[in-house]
């Protein structure tokens, strides 16, 4: 019998009330894996009321990034903390969680831009200004000019480089902050498509980013992009195009009809750079796809994934390639794929997350599942 602990968000609709734990069963946390185990002992589930799209680990602490707000949880003490819009964000539906190298949470919302929080104060940036939400319009806000603010105020991605500036990814381009102010980068640019879902930077320092159109990469002089013609996503005769239409949550922008949502396997939504300096990217439908610099190889769920809408890509410590699909979760090890699926209660994976004692934590469209397993 699957371990199972709950994890109630009480809420009503996207208006927030305070969070609330409710252990079911104990929970074997940061306990070391036994490799001799039976299958169903190596998952614990956590059962919350919302779709959660971000996770991050720092030290012993996953933060959760939830429709209705962000969840605090400490792995060793069991202990859980909310925010909401009451505390300091502008939107509680959130798409991403980093943390930068002073340890400063950055949050990216649906709606409500960027949030970044320092353990006691929040500050919020978006395309007009920066501050404390309760500060808006007062002298303590800080108004950006034209083409200083955040290129939009729906975030999907945030990356650090090495020298720890940031970047964003947003729904009008890619958005570098020194520090002070933003920098946005549109197709006027050269980027393939303004919607930016995903951004990774490899070994050289090159920047990829995956939009609706396809990949643009950056090395900070020129711009290059491919799309489905070149390889991106698998050929439209190896997937079902009806899959898109089952997802949970669908872009503002697709819904008033100026952009329908139809299949496209230029859709990029997630990517990862590998050990070998290799760029692997997820689509909207069109499965999994590898770049080398040179050519593009495809994966579908006629290879053996086990879902052709990739949400979610991560490395573990192994070189093994863990998959957030619409059909499970699919682990790579460059070979074979092996897939957890509602056999073993996973349904949609749209996060993924390692702690540093090697589990793995997923986002599910109604909670997080943790695996102790390899």
Do not use: C
């Not at 929970?27 to 919302?50: C, D, G, K, V």
């Not at 925010?83 to 969680?97: A, D, F, Q, R, W």
Request: hydrophobic residues 35%; without cysteine; aromatic residues 14%.
């Amino acid at each position: 019998m699957r371990r199972k602990t709950t994890l109630v968000f009480l809420f009503i609709l996207f208006v927030s009330i305070p969070f609330a734990f409710q252990p079911i069963s104990p929970r074997p946390a940061y306990a070391q894996a036994n490799p001799h185990a039976p299958p169903e002992e190596l998952w614990t589930h956590f059962t919350l009321f919302s779709i959660v799209r971000a996770l991050a680990v720092e030290g012993d602490v996953l933060w959760v990034g939830t429709s209705n707000g962000l969840l605090r949880y400490d792995l060793v003490r069991e202990e859980q903390k909310s925010y909401t819009t009451k505390n300091g964000l502008l939107s509680n539906i959130i798409h991403t969680v980093a943390i930068d190298p002073k340890g400063n949470k950055w949050i990216g919302t649906y709606g409500g831009g960027l949030s970044k929080f320092d353990g006691k104060q929040w500050t919020t940036y978006t395309p007009y200004g920066s501050g404390s939400t309760a500060s808006y319009g007062e002298a303590s806000w800080t108004r950006f000019g034209s083409g200083k603010g955040l290129g939009d105020l729906w975030v999907y991605g945030v990356h650090f480089d090495p020298k720890g500036t940031m970047w964003v990814a947003t729904w009008k381009g890619v958005s570098r902050f020194d520090g002070k102010f933003f920098k946005t980068y549109t197709t006027d640019d050269g980027l393939i498509d303004k919607w930016v879902y995903t951004l990774a930077q490899d070994q050289k320092g090159t920047f990829w980013f995956g939009t609706e159109g396809g990949v643009s990469r950056f090395d900070g002089k020129s711009w290059k992009s491919w799309t489905n013609k070149e390889g991106v996503g698998a050929e439209v005769a190896r997937v079902k195009p009806p899959e898109v239409a089952d997802l949970q949550f669908v872009p503002q922008h697709h819904q008033g009809g100026d952009k329908p949502l139809e299949y496209n396997p230029n859709y990029v939504v997630s990517s990862v750079i590998d050990s070998q300096n290799r760029l692997w990217i997820g689509t909207l439908g069109g499965g999994l796809s590898r770049f080398d610099g040179k050519k593009w190889k495809s994966y579908t769920i006629q290879d053996g994934l086990a879902g052709n809408i990739i949400h979610a890509l991560k490395f573990d410590a192994k070189g093994t390639l863990w998959i957030g699909t619409d059909g499970g979760v699919s682990r790579f090890d460059g070979k074979k794929f092996k897939n957890f699926t509602e056999k073993e209660g996973i349904g949609a994976v749209y996060a993924i997350a390692i702690d540093r004692q090697g589990h793995k934590w997923f986002g599910t469209f109604g909670g997080v599942a943790q695996y102790r397993g390899d």
